[in-house]
């Protein structure tokens, strides 16, 4: 069965290693911030100017003026420093980020990225992607396999505009974890109970099975 949203997110954060820096996109990467595993610290950081970005808040700790790039409300852990978005772009083209996950509308074999724009469609705009696929030392996507009409987003070539080019080497799905290296898709990990053929079938890109495919931990 495909896995949740919050799913995804425990599966995201589980990738995070003490001490880094890390940006979290819109939508199902900033819930990871949640589920930042209890034996290691990480500082999360907003494109608006927050370091030390805490968990989703809940209902009774939403606070309308505590947001992230995305305008999503969000709480801010002890020590947290809050600065101008210059500063903030400052740290990102510094190379000063560890880590960035992003969602995206497609990716393809060669580490191509479209996240920002669907031509037709009124999208908020590029935000901090841009920035974040040219200066951030580790990016990971996480997206759902297919498209609400049942269509893969793991390509051969993006057909949407490119947020970045030949910068995405790990995708996180609801489906699978796969690692993108000489021009294909290396099928990593499966989300518990769903096959390998399923995901054979929902990748449009070349995709490369080699050995037993275990269940990812969720």
Known sequence: ????????????????KD???VNLGIGIPTLAANYVPPNISVMLQSENGLLGMGAYPTEQEIDPDMINAGKETVTASIGASIFNSADSFAMIRGGH??????????VD????????????KL??????????????KNIIVTMTHTDKYGKSKLLTTCSLPL?????????????????????????????PGVSVQEIKD?????????????????
């Open 123 to 136: 999208i908020k705009g590029m935000g901090g992607a841009m920035d974040l696929v040219a200066g951030a």
């Open 19 to 21: 001490g880094d820096y």
């Open 163 to 191: 947020t970045g080019v030949n910068c995405i080497t790990r995708i996180i799905t609801d489906l699978a974890v796969l690692e993108i290296k000489n021009n294909a898709f290396y099928l990593k990990e499966r989300a």
């Open 109 to 120: 074999v060669k580490g191509n990225i479209a996240s920002w724009m669907i031509p037709g």
């Open 97 to 106: 980020i560890d880590f960035t996950v992003l969602g995206a509308f497609e």
């Open 1 to 16: 069965m495909a896995l949740s949203r919050e799913q995804m997110a425990m599966r995201v954060a589980s990738e995070f």
């Open 202 to 218: 929902k990748t449009d890109g070349a995709l490369v099975i080699d050995g037993v495919i275990h269940e990812m931990k969720v």
